[in-house]
Structure formats: C-alpha cells, structure tokens
C-alpha cells in the first residue's frame, strides 16, 4: 500500500509565503519523479512543479520564478516553497509520485491541501 500525505496548506495574504510538503510511505520497488498539482472548482487540475530522483526540475508557465520545488529522497519527500503568492495561486494543491510497486508503475496521489490567498 502507499500513501502520500499533505501538509503546509493554509491562508496566506498576497505576496506571502507558504511551503508545502508531501510524504510517501508504503512499500515499492521504485519512487521515481515526483510533482505538485493543483485546481480550483470548475477547471482541471493543472501541473506546477515536478522534480525527478535526480533533482531536474520543470515548472509551469505561471510560476513566473516564484516557485520552488525540492526532494528529499530519505524522506521520500517532496516540497514546494511559493513566495509572493497571488490570490489566483488560490487551489487545492495534491501532490503525486511515479512508483514502481509489484511490477506495475503508476502516479500516486496525495487528498490535497488547501491554499487560500486573500487580496
């Protein structure tokens, strides 16, 4: 079984700051890239930052600089540090991983955490 757990999420004002993490637990073979999405009620959900076990990273367009996604690979863990939040950055954020497990690989997801941004 595996299991990806948000946290970090919370309400923060436009231009601040918020970090969001995420851990998988459970067992595989293999852990491979790891991503942050995010959506709002009526759209689809939409990438923000991946980052594969080696560290390269990509970002969406609207990041704009603002985001920065890391790994922890002991932990199992993904983070993203948003700084000078807009309140169009206002989503649930879920994150995912690539896992190997009993010779089939598949994305797993976290339930999300809320970000809230107030103007």
């Known amino acids: 079984q595996v299991q990806l757990v948000e946290s970090g999420g919370g309400l923060a004002q436009a231009g601040g700051s918020l970090r969001l993490s995420c851990a998988a637990s459970g067992t595989w073979s293999y852990i491979g890239a790891m991503r942050w999405y995010r959506q709002v009620p009526g759209k689809e959900r939409e990438l923000v930052a991946g980052i594969t076990r080696s560290g390269t990273t990509d970002y969406a367009g609207f990041v704009e600089d603002r985001f920065t996604v890391s790994r922890d690979n002991e932990r199992n863990a993904i983070y993203l540090q948003m700084m000078r939040l807009k309140p169009e950055d206002t989503a649930v954020y879920y994150c995912?991983?690539?896992?190997?497990?009993?010779?089939?690989?598949?994305?797993?997801w976290g339930q999300g955490t809320q970000v809230t941004v107030s103007s």
């Open positions: 995912a991983a690539s896992i190997l497990r009993q010779g089939i690989a598949r994305e797993y």
